[in-house]
């Protein structure tokens, strides 16, 4: 499965990562901010519930 968010959708959530005190850049939050983008017809597909638990990777440091 595969899912594409743009630069926007990903800058959006910066601030909530951030609010959490997870510091990254754009292309280091993509994945964390994908799994935030799927529809609820998505995450039921992907068999995604409250029960589950999803490995994310944030692979840089805010750049500031």
Do not use: H
């Not at 959490?20 to 998505?42: H, I, R, V």
């Not at 039921?44 to 500031?64: F, H, Q, Y």
């Amino acid at each position: 499965y595969f899912i594409t968010v743009s630069e926007m959708e990903v800058e959006s959530q910066l601030v909530s990562f951030a609010a959490q005190d997870l510091q990254t850049s754009p292309s280091g939050g993509a994945g964390l901010a994908a799994l935030f983008a799927l529809s609820e017809t998505e995450r039921t597909t992907l068999g995604i519930n409250k029960n589950r638990r999803v490995l994310t990777i944030m692979s840089e440091a805010d750049p500031e």
